[in-house]
């Protein structure tokens, strides 16, 4: 179900507010149209004046609506008030074309032409308010979503809402869905989104939108929705880059050199970045033309240790988790164990990585230091 408002609900002066704004903005309407076209279309009038009390009614609740906090990553704000979607263009069209028929009305002077016009102001009225009330009804569920991902991998989440609704995705972003259907009751709806960096996600931002039952205007809001199981957006895959060599405390002072040299000579293979320079065969490399080192067999039960710090920008720490992505994917594509320290919002962890899985959900959980510059990538 969809997060509850943190807010808290509407304090009673805050709706008597509200209701005084859109008393205010009808009473307004009436006298101005009385002025402008006399007496004899005070029903037109009057119809007029609602569609200035609805509207004044809403700027109340947009205007409420700001004391909320929730930010969503790029500084925007979760609109969780229900507000009208491009209400200009109907509210103007709506208008006019009311203020055109009492026009006709009070030249012809026929009743017919003012029950129609009258007739006419409450569909248009109708179409304009009423989605209000579903658009403030709506409530979305999730019902199934994956465990992983990658970022810009767009992932299908399934859910459940209780009516018509329009949803579109706010964070992560992705294209708009509809929720259709004849029957009553939960309609089910699959709703795809793209994240955009590595994180982990508990619930996604969605807007949803009401416009029954004339499809004249659409009211929305959005919302806060729980996924079923947390969501890790893993780095995209980088490109490697050289990692340096210290000694690993846990071995005493033996060195954790990545690649490791040990092993019967296979072959030789162009050099990579990390190999040494006492492995470059010099004979291999002047008759290829390209710099060539002594391919040994690995020696799989000594492990790569790399430890793992992200600046504190997120810029920057995009860049390396991605940069780190590359690093230990490559090992591990040639069978080589890997202990990855990341330090986490629990803790610092330190353990081997099974797979390219567990390497994407690992570096999804990362987290620069909290304390002092956050240091160059990773070391092994």
């Known amino acids: 179900m969809s997060s509850p408002d943190p807010a808290g609900p509407t304090p009673g002066w805050r709706r008597l507010t509200t209701a005084g704004v859109g008393v205010v903005a009808g009473v307004c309407g009436v006298v101005l149209v009385r002025a402008l076209f006399g007496p004899r279309l005070v029903l037109v009038g009057a119809l007029v004046g609602l569609v200035a009390l609805s509207a004044g009614t809403s700027l109340s609740w947009i205007a409420s609506g700001r004391r909320e906090a929730d930010i969503l990553p790029g500084g925007r704000r979760l609109r969780r008030r229900v507000h009208p ?40 009225f109708t179409g304009l308010v009423v989605p209000l009330v579903p658009a403030r009804r709506a ?52 709703v795809t989104v793209t994240p955009d960096r590595r994180g982990v996600l508990e619930s996604v931002a969605l807007e949803l939108g009401s416009c029954a039952p004339f499809g004249l205007l659409w009211w929305a809001r959005e919302v806060r929705v729980p996924l079923t199981r947390p969501l890790h957006v893993a780095p995209r895959l980088g490109v490697p880059g050289p990692v340096g060599s210290r000694p690993e405390d846990s071995a005493g002072s033996s060195p954790w050199r990545v690649p490791s040299g040990a092993g019967e000579p296979r072959g030789v293979r162009p050099f990579e970045a990390g190999d040494s ?51 230990v994917a490559r090992y591990l594509t040639r069978g080589q164990l890997v202990v990855l320290g990341t330090l986490e919002a629990e803790g610092r962890c330190v353990r081997p990585v099974r797979d390219r899985v567990d390497l994407g959900r690992r570096l999804a959980r990362a987290v620069p230091p909290t304390g002092g510059a956050g240091g160059p990538g990773p070391r092994s």
């Not at 470059?280 to 002594?294: D, E, I, K, Q, Y």
């Not at 391919?295 to 390396?320: F, K, T, Y």
């Open 85 to 124: 979607v491009g209400w200009l263009a109907p509210v103007a069209g709506s208008l006019l074309t009311m203020l055109a028929w009492a026009g006709v009305a009070h030249s012809s002077g026929s009743g017919w032409v003012q029950a129609v016009g009258a007739l006419l102001a409450a569909v248009l």
């Open 139 to 190: 409530r979305v569920t999730c019902t199934a979503s994956p465990s992983d991902t990658e970022a810009g991998r767009s992932v299908e989440l399934t859910l459940s809402a209780n009516g018509p609704l329009r949803i579109r995705p706010r964070y992560p972003v992705g294209p708009t869905a509809m929720a259709e259907g004849a029957s009553r009751g939960r309609r089910p709806v699959v």
């Open 277 to 327: 320079r006492r492995s470059v065969h010099w004979p291999a490399t002047s008759h290829v033309g390209v710099l060539m080192v002594r391919e040994r067999e690995r020696q799989n039960d000594e492990p790569v240790v790399i430890e793992v710090v992200l600046p504190r920008d997120p810029g920057e720490a995009e860049a390396e988790a991605e940069r780190v992505m590359g690093v």
